[in-house]
């Protein structure tokens, strides 16, 4: 494991227990090789590196390049994700072409309710990537059958399609580079994966969830504002047994905060996720679906952080 330099401190695979609640034995010993590799040193910002970090931010918020449509959204992930297929065509399915290219190098990090610097700028992606394997082996390992609504790059299944060698997966989105994404990957490994064509504003009928099935999301609600009544309704009718967020989730900032509040009022004027979080209290206490675990990690990039949230349906019980 590598050693913070002097004067810095480091995340540890304990602080990863305390923040995802997890057992040590929900850490394999390739999971703890993977993060034995990574530098997570860090260190408390000095007076000039946080005003910076603030006025960095609040130039970017009342920048007009932040206020975007839900349709703006849409059209400009197509692109992204367009460009990790042509990476894909021309230089092979690998993790490193399945990045999203808004992971840039940064010394700034959310953590534990404060803002850190680090030295190993590709810290954020870094841990991102131990937080979905921590993530994925706890709440979707008992399941056969894994779907991932917005699907993106489909960088997590082909994670998946490591960490689970037997399981069924299927990558929906409503980008046509994804579904190819996905159809690219199942060819590589020759494995069970399906592609999707699936818009969450208007969920297809006909996209049915197998029982007792998997479903999950990871930075992919954010981009929906708040006009998620449509999947949230198609969720809470389907037979899956597990749903997993992991998502920004605005209820869980504190506007007292000065990290928190900058990231609210970002996510705000993004149009991100907005009340997600009020309407599935309101399922629960309409007896509706059952909330497993809800919990912020305070654990994030530059401007925002990703909350946990595990749930199931009730409709027939």
């Known amino acids: 494991m590598k050693m913070a330099p002097c004067g810095m401190n480091r995340i540890t695979i304990e602080d990863f227990q305390r923040m995802f609640n997890a057992r040590p034995d929900e850490f394999p010993q390739e999971f703890r090789a993977a993060f034995g590799s990574i530098n997570t040193a860090y260190r408390q910002p000095v007076q000039e590196e946080f005003e910076e970090y603030v006025l960095d931010i609040v130039k970017m918020i009342n920048t007009g390049v932040v206020a975007r449509s839900s349709d ?7 692109k992204g994700w ?8 021309s230089r092979g399915i690998s993790v490193e072409n399945l990045k999203p290219k808004y992971f840039r190098p940064n010394k700034f990090l959310r953590y534990n309710k404060s803002l850190v ?12 990537t131990l937080a979905r394997q921590i993530l994925f082996r706890k709440y979707l390992s008992p399941f056969d059958d894994i779907y991932e ?7 997590n299944l082909l994670m998946l399609l490591h960490l689970f060698p037997h399981k069924k997966l299927v990558g929906l989105d409503w980008a046509a580079p994804s579904v190819e994404i996905a159809k690219l990957i199942a ?22 969830l197998k029982p007792h099935s998997a479903v999950f999301t990871v930075h992919a609600l954010e981009q929906i504002g708040n006009r ?9 009718s389907s037979k899956a047994s597990m749903i997993l967020h992991y998502e920004p989730i605005l209820e869980f900032y504190d506007e007292n905060n000065l990290l928190d509040y900058l990231a609210l009022v970002y996510s705000q004027k993004r ?3 907005s009340g997600f979080w009020t309407a599935l209290c ?3 206490d309409q007896k509706k679906i059952e909330i497993i675990e809800a919990r912020r990690p305070f654990l994030g990039g530059m401007i925002h952080e990703a909350s946990v949230i595990a749930w199931r349906p009730l409709i027939d019980e």
């Not at 610097?117 to 991102?128: A, C, G, I, K, Q």
């Not at 998620?228 to 809470?236: H, S």
């Open 72 to 78: 703006e959204n849409f059209r400009a992930w197509e």
């Open 82 to 89: 367009g460009e990790n297929l042509e990476e894909l065509v």
């Open 117 to 128: 610097v680090t030295d190993n700028l590709s810290l954020e992606y870094d841990l991102f």
């Open 149 to 155: 609504f917005g699907c993106g790059s489909c960088q």
């Open 187 to 208: 060819k590589h490994h020759s494995r069970e994966i399906g592609g999707i064509s699936f818009d969450m504003l208007d969920p297809p009928q006909e996209v049915i």
């Open 228 to 236: 998620y009544e449509k999947f949230l309704d198609y969720l809470v």
């Open 271 to 273: 149009n991100y996720l």
């Open 282 to 284: 309101r399922l629960r």
